[in-house]
């Protein structure tokens, strides 16, 4: 074992801030760990100038990447500057130069994976991604080690903070979407152009890096079915809550269902008693079954400063005390037969129609259903005056999606249905 | 790297049979993730007749336990007989004959912990615990590995799944204790004899654990107080779900109050909307604080054959795949100056007092609260025929401790208070 470990951070933003944070409060905490002397030796930003309000030596900080990635002495790189470029040129190369990775890059390694691996295979250093998915919960590493003896067999996840605190408000306190939306750019729980969160696209990327640890199986993004949550409306959530007792919540699916791989992004709404539907706000949860251990669950603040600070810094202290651990992720020889297409698989289906209440509308309505072998468990008509548009929520039994898909397109092109219908699926486990 | 690890497994119980079952099923798995051959090549019980409904190769099937103990081959031993002897002198001598040791005996860990550590280090090979706490859920090694970068400011665990399940079944089904624990001793989720789940003294054992990894201290069982569920009657569940929107559990609980630690095992009242008020039935969850991660919780099955056999397993991977890993359990240079007796503790009250309803009562018992500075918050008298019993629900504002105990004591020895009066500490966190 070496005598010093020294670091080299890329991107000194806001989580880089956490991380320097991090070294400054608990470097004796880590160095007892570890067992050596640790070092922060070298911070690069394009801006070194303005201050993060934290305390940093500013000998360290650099404008030149290459005082990390040409610095022999520098075991471990974090990168921490996001997005694709430079992000992916600067990790190949430190990887290629011999030193271990750590970073949060999500959107990278949802994109690039198999090249990342390969190269850091080739240099027989680690790449690690603890932050990538639910920030500062210790989730990766459990599921890719602690539970290694099990074949997973479905991965549920809360893995937004925004899109779950746009629910959760809309829930608790009965707003429709767009004033909680207002209110979370407000407050920065939402970006200016919240597109990437809402509608599912970061939930879809950490899903991609989750489904690699659980099953060994790299899915493209545009090769699954990614929704967001910008349809719901207050009247789905009332419903949903009041009528029916279910929580309604972004979630990043991944499971086998008989030898076959479902991987997707959609709003779901979840049994009110299970532990899903218990994680609020901008909280995280990831909900795991493994053939051996059942059950398994991992909750904390998936995004923030210091909480995906602690991710990063945590990654670097596992490469310093297991320097020659492979880059294993995933099981190798996965039995998956086929990635099932989304109009392929069963589920139960919340439906919300709008329609004009004349006679005849839920004849025809039933008989669609009917059609395409969708039985409905619950229908719900709110009274209204005749030739009012007026609401009808359905919740049907377990139907192929394809049906569900067919019907509410004839559904839809009914002349007196006003609104498209929305449907949400159910999630039964 | 080797190209075969050899294991032995010394006690083939239930939780025995599941290892055993483990690696029939998911040898292939486990292999591919290693890198390497592995074998589980000696099974030692004192029966090795009784059929355990599992698949398992007669021949390696022995009474021996020097046939692991003195086999120069294996590499890992894994001890599942429980209690402190022979399973102390086993592990030990596996440890001093250079042979890494898994174990699910937290009897013995909590009792024997410094001397077991320090043979593991004499021999520089790995002990490892993970299905001590928590049965299947990733615990152990995330609190120590993953949460690194963190100061542990707190602990709060549900650890005992007997406990809850009959908590749970109380605040569900609005039975009593007895009749519950009585449908528990029947389907198998309860001993016969329950002493050892109820009064709280496995939780107990499970907290001295976790303070070591969290805190870095050890503190043995009867240097904190301890207290179980037996005394919690069905009018206590039903006023404190119903009037004051709490849920009761069996709570583990250690953390630093101003640069003190608290260790205590007690049942408490936790908040509804709180994420451990979720953990049901047998279920077990860890909610711990890190000063850099916040907030994290870990949820699942926390004992059965498979969760246990799944925790036992992925410790002997972890070993094969980090041979080299120190020891390092919790942080070394604690800061903690002084572990705090019960009775120096804050925090806010419920209590149920029995008395005859009569004229001065209610005065004479908040006499006594308000000279002992116990502000109370609310107090709730049911309505009675004058001259009865009654019972008396009050839950006080933040109060130490010591001043509860006298002010209960006082309040005990009043003529018209028929029964001791019950206090249960609240969670506000």
Redesign the interface.
């Known amino acids: 074992m070496k005598d010093i470990y020294n670091v080299g951070l890329i991107g000194f933003g806001t989580i880089g801030a ?1 991380v320097v944070e ?1 070294f400054n ?2 470097l ?3 160095e ?2 570890v ?1 050596t002397k640790i070092k922060l030796k070298k911070v690069v930003d394009l801006d070194i100038e303005t201050d993060r309000g934290i305390e940093v030596d500013k000998s360290i900080l650099s404008t030149d990447v290459n005082d990390i990635l040409e610095d022999p002495e520098i075991d471990i790189v974090i990168e921490l500057i996001g997005g694709y470029e430079p992000a992916k040129s600067f990790i190949l190369k430190a990887l290629s130069n011999g030193k271990n990775v750590v970073t949060a890059n999500k959107a990278l390694l949802a994109k690039h994976w198999e090249e990342i691996l390969e190269t850091a295979n080739k240099s027989n250093v680690r790449i690690c991604f ?1 932050a990538s998915v639910g920030g ?3 989730l990766l ?2 599921l890719n ?7 997973i067999q479905s991965i549920y996840g809360i893995i937004n903070g925004t899109a779950n605190y746009i629910l959760t408000k809309m829930t608790d306190e009965g707003l429709d979407f767009e004033d909680v939306l207002k209110e979370a750019q407000e407050k920065g729980y939402a970006e200016q152009d919240p597109t990437f969160d809402i509608e599912g696209h970061d939930t879809a990327q950490k899903l991609i890096i989750l489904t690699i640890l659980g099953f060994g199986i790299y899915v493209e993004q545009d090769k699954f079915h990614v929704e967001g949550i910008s349809k719901i409306k207050q009247e789905d959530i009332e419903f949903i809550k009041n009528e029916l007792g279910y929580a309604i919540k972004l979630l990043a699916i991944s499971r086998i269902e008989e030898g076959e791989l479902e991987v997707r992004v959609h709003p779901t709404l979840i049994p009110q ?1 299970h ?1 899903l ?4 706000d901008v909280f995280n949860g990831v909900y795991l079954v ?12 998936g995004a ?1 400063m ?2 995906t ?3 990063v ?2 990654d670097c ?2 490469i310093m ?2 320097m ?3 880059n ?1 992720y995933g ?3 996965t039995e998956v037969k086929k990635i099932k297409a989304i109009n392929e698989i069963k589920s139960k289906y919340y439906l919300r129609l709008t329609a004009i209440d004349k006679p005849g509308v839920l004849h025809t309505i039933s008989g669609i259903l009917s059609e395409f072998e969708i039985s409905i468990e619950s229908v719900t008509q709110k009274r209204q005056d005749e030739g009012q548009e007026v609401p009808i929520f359905m919740v049907t039994h377990e139907a192929i999606e394809e049906n569900i898909q067919k019907a509410v397109g004839m559904i839809n092109d009914l002349d007196f249905v006003e609104k498209d219908t929305l449907f949400i699926r159910i999630l039964e486990d």
Not at 145 to 151: H, I
Not at 277 to 280: G, I, L, P, R, T
Not at 290 to 301: E, F, K, L, R, S
């Open positions: 956490g991090t409060r608990n004796d905490l880590m007892q760990k067992g603890e500062g919960i210790p590493e459990p080690e602690g539970l290694a003896a099990n074949r008693d532990l539907a218990s994680v609020n493994g053939d051996i251990v059942g059950p398994v669950m991992m909750y904390g603040q923030g210091m909480p600070a602690s991710a810094v945590g202290l596992d005390e297991n020659e651990h492979k294993i099981p190798g020889n």
